[in-house]
């Protein structure tokens, strides 16, 4: 059971826009503590996608973007591209367990 | 540009320990936060824990009596020892820099904490039951 939730899967069409959620606590995401995202491509490493929620790295599209509200973080995908299909992961810290906490993953198909 | 590559064996027998490293090229060990995090198959992401400033670290507490995680600056490199094995800890195995940063928290007090900017590609540990 992961400290942070997230949906097991979503989908979308190539073009349209999918969002993934993420959502903690008042101990993690609802302290205001920042929330980063990761892509998995299937077989590959996670890669750092978004950092202290919407600051996308070099050479990350601006097709993807972050935001929060409240105890709840999430990821925007825009355009969606079939190159997109992969597992993303979120991670916040949580103060109470003095402890960096993951999300249990989302996978997008791209349909 | 920085890179990361994971060294060790790829099957150990139950109740060993294994001992994995992490070779760090292009950059340097500080001041980064050193991380390993595994991956059981079909599962998502498990943090083992981490080691800053050369000797400081910080265990996942599921794991943390049976981890050590060490630094060796001379040779840009850290490492992962995992005693006690049994097959729940087959998994695919990466090490990560830790990006440190400071942030504020809803009460405006300042936290250091960090997000992982590199990754090591990951290598496959077999406990067979």
């Known amino acids: 059971q992961s400290v942070l939730t997230q949906p097991p899967s979503v989908s979308g069409a190539p073009g349209q826009r999918v969002t993934i959620s993420c959502t903690g606590t008042s101990s993690n995401i609802g302290a205001d503590y920042d929330v980063h995202w990761y892509q998995q491509l299937p077989g590959t490493a996670p890669k750092l996608l978004i950092y202290?929620?919407?600051n996308r790295p070099s050479g990350v599209p601006d097709r993807f973007s972050g935001s929060k509200s409240g105890t709840s973080a999430s990821l925007a995908i825009t355009g969606l591209q079939a190159e997109d299909e992969a597992d993303y992961y979120c991670q916040s810290y949580d103060s109470s367990l003095s402890d960096m906490v993951f999300g249990g993953g989302t996978k997008l198909t791209v349909l | 540009q920085v890179q990361l590559q994971e060294s060790g064996p790829g099957l150990v027998k139950p109740s060993e320990t294994l001992s994995l490293t992490c070779s760090v090229s292009g950059g340097s060990i500080s001041p980064y936060y050193w991380i390993w995090i595994r991956q059981p198959p079909g599962k998502g992401l498990e943090w083992i824990g981490y080691?800053?400033?050369?000797?400081?670290?910080h265990y996942n507490p599921s794991l943390e009596s049976r981890v050590t995680i060490s630094v060796d600056t001379f040779k840009n490199q850290f490492s992962l020892k995992l005693r006690s094995l049994t097959a729940a800890d087959t998994a695919v195995y990466f090490c990560?820099?830790?990006?440190?940063?400071?942030?504020?928290?809803?009460?405006?007090?300042?936290?250091?904490?960090?997000?992982?900017?590199?990754w090591g590609k990951g290598t496959t540990v077999t406990v067979p039951s």
């Open positions: 990560a820099r830790g990006f440190p940063y400071t942030g504020y928290d809803l009460s405006g007090a300042s936290y250091h904490f960090h997000y992982m900017d590199v």
């Open positions: 202290a929620y919407n």
């Open positions: 080691v800053y400033d050369s000797e400081t670290t």
